[in-house]
């Protein structure tokens, strides 16, 4: 009696409806929740400067959320209305606004000095394991491409052939809504020309308003948004000197041109 119950309450269209769409929301809502994007992520808690593409400067310690960025100022500020401001929040659809972000050697504390400088020692010219260990994520990036691939496939299927085709139709949004939180979960766009050249020095264009500046460094990481490269000669606009950096710059303002060594 029970069971056939339980056939009958699944097998009608408006409960699988209500089920897939609490599924759905609950699945991809802990997606983008835990989600960072990982150069980004390599700066987190480490004084960063953010430049804007129309050259304002913001300072401070970086936090990074999935729905943004804060830089805690060193201490507060009074703006020209003469409120107090100790931070100042980035939302994500805002990145299109960042230059650079840059993390100066010379601020960072003695343990955030040596945590770069062993980083920098693993990333440039990697060892075997840490080779190894980069084609396997890319492995099962390209498995999970072709997983998904499937599921287009027999989700496609599903609709033409099955009597639920209707139902899997109606909810096309939560399904589409599902796929782009896990396909973006990873944080990295498969980049071929980029993988074979991360931990060697490389030379990177960046667009900086009318002009194109170079800029040599060490390629550490990429993702679909951002290119991550330390040990930078760095000198923003208007700046009378350089100083030595680690950057995160949009991809839609830099690229890779060059291997540097």
Do not use: W
């Not at 040596?114 to 840490?130: A, D, G, I, M, V």
């Not at 396997?136 to 998904?148: A, G, H, I, P, Y």
């Amino acid at each position: 009696m029970e069971e056939s119950f339980l056939i009958k309450l699944f097998s009608n269209p408006f409960v699988i409806t209500v089920v897939f769409i609490a599924v759905s929301t609950v699945v991809a809502a802990f997606i983008r929740r835990i989600k960072r994007d990982k150069c980004l992520k390599d700066f987190a808690r480490d004084m960063v400067t953010l430049e804007e593409v129309d050259g304002d400067l913001v300072r401070g310690k970086l936090a990074v959320e999935n729905t943004g960025l804060e830089f805690i100022y060193p201490a507060k500020q009074t703006n020209e209305h003469g409120s107090d401001e100790t931070s100042h929040i980035l939302y994500k659809h805002e990145y299109g606004n960042i230059q650079a972000l840059i993390r100066y050697h010379d601020e960072l504390s003695d343990a955030g000095k040596s945590q770069r400088e062993k980083e920098l020692k693993r990333t440039y010219h990697p060892n075997f394991l840490r080779r190894f260990g980069r084609k396997l994520q890319n492995v099962f990036k390209t498995v999970r491409d072709s997983v998904m691939e499937v599921v287009n496939l027999l989700m496609s299927q599903a609709k033409k052939a099955t009597p639920a085709g209707g139902v899997l139709t109606s909810q096309d949004k939560y399904v589409s809504r599902m796929k782009q939180d896990l396909m973006g979960s990873a944080g990295t766009s498969y980049e071929p020309l980029l993988e074979k050249y991360i931990g060697h020095k490389v030379v990177l264009e960046m667009i900086a308003g009318d002009k194109i500046c170079k800029y040599s460094g060490v390629l550490k990481e990429y993702t679909a948004e951002f290119i991550e490269i330390m040990d930078v000669d760095y000198k923003p606009k208007d700046a009378l000197t350089s100083r030595k950096s680690d950057l995160v710059i949009p991809r839609k303002h830099a690229l890779v041109r060059h291997l540097g060594e």
